[in-house]
């Protein structure tokens, strides 16, 4: 069965002090992983998509990458506005539906 | 501009009532699709529609109805509301089936 799995469920940092969230997944046909940031009361934001291992992108202090069996968010020196819910999902072509992990909850402290 | 909007923001209801949900989206996207989030933030896919066809219908209940009368709006009906629909609804669109989605801002559904 297709499964998301994130961890930590929640990560608390200081402001500078970088850290990683991972992703790991079972998938038979994955099409695509996508990173998600989520702010309380808000829909998520997209900000990543990955296609194939040993893929990268980055945006700003975040730097996504991709196994075949796990992907992980890379945050450099995080603020404060960096805290949020993390989510991760993969796009499985037979089904062409998304299925979402359950989240980092990250919090940045100053 | 809004990219993904949805009306209401909040919805309190009651018990057995009849309720619907509005999505429009002005990325000119030709897939639109509603999602379910739970008190534990687990988003869940509900329906899909490609061009005004629905392409995706997950094991939801038959009270949940959805209606898309051109691709750039897609409306959720919910007949008989129970409290076990008490969640946080998202409307999401995208370029095309397994593109990036956008999402609106949710609506946050409580029956009582």
């Known amino acids: 069965e297709d499964q998301v799995t994130q961890s930590p469920e929640a990560l608390r940092l200081q402001e500078g002090e970088s850290s990683s969230l991972n992703c790991s997944y079972t998938?038979?046909?994955?099409?695509?992983l996508f990173w998600y940031r989520q702010d309380p009361g808000k829909g998520p934001e997209f900000l990543f998509t990955?296609?194939?291992a040993g893929e990268e992108k980055e945006k700003e202090r975040l730097k996504a990458t991709l196994t075949k069996k796990e992907s992980f968010l890379h945050i450099t020196a995080p603020k404060p506005e960096d805290s949020a819910t993390y989510l991760c999902a993969v796009h499985r072509g037979a089904t062409n539906k998304l299925i979402f992990g359950t989240g980092t909850l990250l919090a940045v402290q100053p | 501009d809004t990219a993904v909007s949805q009306t209401p923001k909040y919805l309190v209801t009651q018990m057995g009532n009849d309720k619907s949900i509005k999505c429009e989206q002005n990325l000119g996207h030709d897939t639109m699709y509603w999602y379910k989030q739970d008190s534990k933030k687990f988003l869940k896919i509900m329906f899909s529609?490609?061009?005004?066809?629905?392409?995706i219908n997950e094991t939801v209940p038959n009270r949940f109805s959805p209606k898309s009368p051109d691709k750039a709006h897609l409306n959720l009906h919910i007949n008989s509301l129970e409290l076990g629909d008490s969640a946080v609804y998202f409307c999401?669109?995208?370029?095309?089936?397994?593109?990036?989605?956008?999402f609106g801002p949710g609506t946050r559904l409580t029956v009582t």
């Open positions: 990955l296609y194939s």
């Open positions: 529609y490609n061009n005004k066809e629905l392409i």
């Open positions: 999401a669109s995208s370029e095309g089936q397994g593109d990036e989605q956008y």
């Open positions: 998938v038979s046909g994955l099409r695509g």
